[in-house]
């Protein structure tokens, strides 16, 4: 089982630019997550997806979009970058239990 | 709303020193808490839990006990390693939130040898 994979893991954009950043699992989990991690912050909740077919906001949505494509994907949309959006994003999924975290995609906004 | 709050860092130990990273929660209802190590480079891992008051969770020589009382899940160990060089993060997830969790904003810790 691979878990809980992420693509990219590196990306640099241009303010404005646009791009999505993939995730998918392999642990048949109905839930799935998108964080932000920023130093001093720990990590904020920026969409997540109860169920397939289900999105909901969490404490920073403004600026993304989510897709939840099926049950094993989840997909973060960017459509005009901002620097403030410079950050770790880290995707996870959950049934019951703990979340567990893909690796993460480091995104750099110039 | 829910928060978290952990002691700051950074900590730095020598090898086998005692370790103990302060965490406290605001929360409604009965929440589980958590901790949580991301080492460099890498995701989160779930480092142990505890579902209700006086739970005392461990893994790794690690331990938490939920403290209602003090609304606390202090994190200790007795004897730290090199390899326990990692940034640990504290959480609560309450039973009305979705399963959503909220962290606390992370202490790094570094071992020296």
């Known amino acids: 089982n691979a878990g809980v994979t992420q693509t990219p893991k590196f990306q640099v954009l241009k303010t404005g630019q646009s791009m999505t950043l993939q995730c998918a699992q392999d642990?048949?989990?109905?839930?799935m997550y998108w964080y932000r991690q920023d130093p001093g912050m720990g990590l904020r909740l920026i969409y997540y997806?109860?169920?397939?077919?289900?999105?909901d906001k969490g404490e920073v949505p403004n600026g993304y979009n989510v897709s939840r494509l099926n049950k094993r994907e989840f997909s973060l949309r960017l459509e005009s970058a901002a620097p403030s959006q410079t950050s770790v994003y880290f995707c996870?999924?959950?049934?019951?239990?703990?979340?567990?975290f893909g690796p993460g995609t480091r995104l750099t906004v110039t | 709303g829910d928060s978290v709050t952990q002691m700051e860092g950074p900590v730095t130990l020598s090898e086998e020193a005692f370790l103990t990273i302060n965490c406290t929660y605001t929360?409604?209802?009965?929440?589980?808490l958590f901790w949580y190590v991301q080492y460099p480079g890498e995701g989160l891992q779930l480092l142990l839990k505890?579902?209700?008051?006086?739970d005392k969770g461990s893994n790794k020589g690690f331990e938490a006990t939920y403290r209602k009382e003090t609304t606390s899940f202090h994190l200790e160990k007795g004897s730290v390693q090199v390899s326990d060089s990692a940034v640990y993060f504290c959480?609560?997830?309450?039973?009305?939130?979705?399963?959503?969790?909220?962290f606390g904003s992370g202490t790094q810790l570094t071992v020296l040898p």
């Open positions: 996870a999924s959950s049934e019951v239990g703990e979340q567990y």
């Open positions: 505890a579902t209700k008051a006086d």
């Open positions: 929360a409604t209802g009965y929440p589980s």
């Open positions: 959480a609560l997830r309450n039973a009305g939130s979705a399963r959503q969790l909220t």
């Open positions: 642990m048949n989990h109905n839930s």
């Open positions: 997806s109860a169920s397939e077919g289900t999105t």
